[in-house]
Each structure stands twice: as C-alpha cells, then as structure tokens.
C-alpha cells in the first residue's frame, strides 16, 4: 500500500497490508470514563483530590505508570515518588479490573472496519500499553475480540509503545514481514511506534494525544472512522456481504 500525499488515496503498484495492528483506546473504544471513574476514586486515598475525565483524558495513552504519575502529580511530564506510584498503581488496578468496562464504548465505525479489513483478508493484532489482562478483558465484553489472532499488552513484553518491540513482535508471531503490514493509532506514541519498526501507520482523528492535533506528528494518513480503513488500504470497501453490519 502506498499513498498520495494527501494521504488519502491508494497509489497503484504497491500491495495492500497483510497485517493490520491497531491501539486499543482511543482508536477502537473511548475507554476514558472508566478510567477517570477508578482514577477519580483512587487518588483520594492517596491524599490527592479527583482530577476529573476532562483532565484524565489529556493523561491516557502510555500506561498505567505514567497515568498514575500524571495524576498524583497533576501534570502531563508529572514524576511522582516511585514508592507512592507503585502503591497508587496496584490501588488503581485492582478497581479498574473490576470496574473497567462498564463505561467504555466503541467508537462509530470501528466494528465495520474491523469487519471490512478481515473480509479483504488482512490479519488483524491489538497492540496496547494498556496491561495485558483488562485489554483482553474490554475486547472481550465489547464483543471485538474474535477479530484479532494476536493481542499485546503493555505488560507482555519487556517493552511498550513507543518502543518497535511490540510492533515487531507482532509481525514476527503472526509471520508477516514488517514491510507488509500497517499500524493504525491515534498517538505520537503510535507513529513513534511505527516509524522505529519500519511500518507505515494511519491515525485516527479523535482519540487520545495530550490534545495535540495527531497530523502534527505526520502519519501516512489521517482518517476520520476506521471504517474509511478498508477503502484507503484496498481501494474499496468491502461488500455487504463480506463485512457484515
């Protein structure tokens, strides 16, 4: 697959992904108020007030260390006490495993690009800093998890996004050359990723990045659903038949 430099139509010549890897939140679920709701009742435990989603949702998107410095600190570059973060961390788990999917919910579009990328063949991983467990856990009750062969978490190898090793590993469990395959995010983290492993990568337009508008950290492409995916990796979408609803 390759683009033009709109970033928005499939140049002839080059294959389509045989592997597509994708983030989990903010790319396929606004998981945020459930996070900021186990924040929100952690932090007080700790001697620190709610900090509110709005707040939260500038924090998520490279794990549960620095979300839990963020928001014991207050701040995006917070570095909270490692003793305190450790402590606070475990507290925020263990609510989170249990109360991490309630408010979560999958964003417009998402189920049928998933569909659409599997009925054009492609292999589909989730590739997350969230830790392993809670993110087989969402994928699971949000019934997505049959779309993917592979899933990583941000506990599952010895490093996390934005370090390759993840991407790589993917590519390299599910036997496809890292040159034949796409990343789709929505995080400087994602392209950060991406680039290091040699794989081109689409951002979505929503999601999570600090506030920054994703284009500044110039992906291959932008788009506004995953279910304009399909068409910008094959050039057509799926048909109804093939994708489903």
Same mark, same amino acid.
């Not at 189920?111 to 590739?127: P, S």
């Given at each position: 697959?390759?683009?033009? %430099?709109?970033? =928005?139509?499939?140049?002839?010549?080059?294959?389509?992904?045989?592997?597509?890897?994708?983030?989990?939140?903010?790319?396929?679920?606004?998981?945020?108020?459930?996070?900021?709701?186990?924040?929100?009742?952690?932090?007080?435990?700790?001697?620190?007030?709610?900090?509110?989603?709005?707040?939260?949702?500038?924090?998520?998107?490279?794990?549960?260390?620095?979300?839990?410095?963020?928001?014991?600190t207050?701040?995006?570059?917070?570095?909270a006490?490692?003793?305190?973060?450790? #402590?606070?961390?475990?507290?925020?788990?263990?609510?989170?495993?249990?109360?991490?999917? &309630?408010?979560?919910?999958?964003?417009?579009?998402?189920? =049928?690009?998933?569909?659409?990328?599997?009925?054009?063949?492609?292999?589909?991983?989730?590739?997350?800093? =969230?830790?392993?467990?809670?993110?087989?856990?969402?994928?699971?009750?949000? #019934?997505?998890?049959? &779309?993917?062969?592979?899933?990583?978490?941000?506990?599952?190898? %010895?490093?996390?996004?934005?370090? %390759?090793? %993840?991407?790589?590993?993917?590519?390299?469990?599910?036997?496809?050359?890292?040159?034949?395959?796409?990343?789709?995010? +929505?995080?400087?983290?994602?392209? #950060?990723? /991406?680039?290091?492993?040699?794989?081109?990568?689409?951002?979505?337009?929503?999601?999570?990045? &600090?506030?920054? +508008?994703?284009s500044?950290?110039?992906?291959? /492409?932008?788009?506004?659903?995953?279910?304009?995916?399909?068409?910008?990796?094959?050039?057509?979408?799926?048909?109804?038949?093939?994708?489903?609803?």
């Amino acid at each position: 697959m390759s683009l033009d %430099p709109a970033g =928005k139509v499939r140049v002839p010549g080059a294959p389509p992904p045989a592997l597509v890897a994708l983030d989990l939140d903010g790319t396929l679920v606004d998981s945020v108020p459930d996070i900021a709701w186990c924040i929100d009742r952690t932090m007080p435990r700790f001697g620190v007030p709610p900090r509110g989603e709005a707040l939260v949702r500038t924090w998520v998107g490279n794990g549960v260390e620095r979300l839990v410095d963020r928001a014991l600190t207050g701040a995006l570059d917070g570095t909270a006490d490692p003793d305190l973060r450790r #402590e606070a961390g475990a507290a925020f788990l263990d609510l989170y495993s249990t109360h991490g999917r &309630h408010r979560s919910r999958v964003y417009p579009g998402v189920r =049928k690009g998933l569909a659409a990328l599997r009925a054009h063949g492609a292999v589909l991983a989730c590739i997350t800093n =969230k830790p392993h467990g809670p993110a087989v856990d969402l994928l699971a009750h949000l #019934e997505l998890i049959d &779309h993917f062969e592979l899933v990583l978490g941000g506990d599952s190898l %010895p490093r996390r996004k934005p370090d %390759p090793l %993840p991407l790589i590993h993917a590519c390299a469990t599910l036997d496809v050359a890292v040159e034949d395959s796409l990343f789709a995010g +929505d995080s400087v983290s994602d392209v #950060e990723a /991406a680039r290091a492993a040699g794989m081109r990568v689409v951002c979505v337009g929503y999601g999570y990045n &600090h506030g920054r +508008d994703i284009s500044e950290a110039a992906p291959d /492409a932008v788009v506004d659903s995953l279910d304009e995916l399909a068409v910008l990796c094959f050039g057509r979408p799926a048909s109804a038949g093939q994708a489903g609803q």
